[in-house]
């Protein structure tokens, strides 16, 4: 009998080295690689989130690669909407100028490019650019940093997006702009967008929803890829209208409520989730990484008030 307890207790303590192991292992090989345009977070000597960051063009996130690293879920420049650049941010009305679908000639300068954390289990990055008006003069200089924690089965990216305004700015009424996420969807691709009401596609067009989910068939994957964007009660409009277009792009657009103001001298801050994981849509991890999200946004809030 003693044996048998002994033989059970040392199995135990195995299975729970072997999770421990395995979490440690998920998670602390994190490491940004600066580039000349911008810089990559590997994962084993393997870029899995690349941060393109040129002087003339806004920045973004291309490609990000699945957490089990078969597939990229994001795309740069379809066909069908060539000024979409993988997940970015991109207002379509700043003092009447068109930051979206402008995503160079002379619309953004680059101002800085950050490592904040550059190794461990979570890394983290910051880049400022000025949004330029007709003149070439900076209207509103936006701040976006990002986290990136791997947990192995998923990701959780977290962003923080500032802007100040160096003249009175108002971002238009419209449809869309903001943060946006363009995965490589393709016609009869097999995926969908379902929000937090459990709306589809069309019917969460517009809609108002804490959270999104696109899952997506990408190419080098036999089950799904999803990438999931989470709004934050401190937001404005909180919860924000959706844009969920026909292509299966989505972005949370807190100017679907329309025109809001920043004034000169003062800043707005956003805060965003995105939850990437693979298979079937998984509505227990979703809300999980939803009261985590909520939980940590609460506390960078009390260090880094906003200014």
Known sequence: MKNVRYLLATQRAAAVFMILTAAVSASADLKIVKQADGLAVQRDGRAIVTQVARVDFRPYLHPIIAPDGKGEVTEFSPGHHKHQTGLYWGFTRVNKRDHFHHPGDNYFK????????????????????????????????????????????????????????????????????????????????????????QQTNGAAEGKRAKWVDVGMQVK????????????????????????????????????????????????????????????????????????????????????????
């Open 220 to 307: 080098g994957r036999k089950d799904l890829a999803h990438i999931v964007i989470m709004d934050y009660p401190d937001n404005p409009g909180y919860p924000t209208p959706w844009r969920v277009d026909g292509q299966l792009g989505v972005g949370p657009c807190y100017a679907r409520l329309g025109d809001w103001k920043i004034s000169a001298g003062k800043s707005a801050t956003f805060r965003h989730r995105l939850l990437i994981y693979t298979g079937v849509k998984d509505d227990d991890l979703i809300e999980e990484a939803w009261a985590d999200h909520i939980k940590g946004a609460k506390n960078l809030a009390k260090r880094t008030p906003d200014q």
């Open 110 to 197: 680059r101002q800085a490019v950050d490592v904040l954390t550059g190794s461990g289990a979570s890394v983290s990055w910051r880049v400022v650019y000025d949004l330029l008006d007709a003149q070439g003069k900076p209207v509103l200089t936006e701040t976006k940093t990002w986290s990136l924690s791997d947990h192995g089965s998923h990701y959780a990216l977290d962003l923080t997006w500032s802007g100040r305004a160096r003249a009175e700015v108002t971002i238009g009424k419209y449809a869309y702009g903001g943060l946006f996420l363009r995965m490589p969807w393709k016609r009869g691709i097999q995926g969908a967008a379902v929000n937090s009401a």
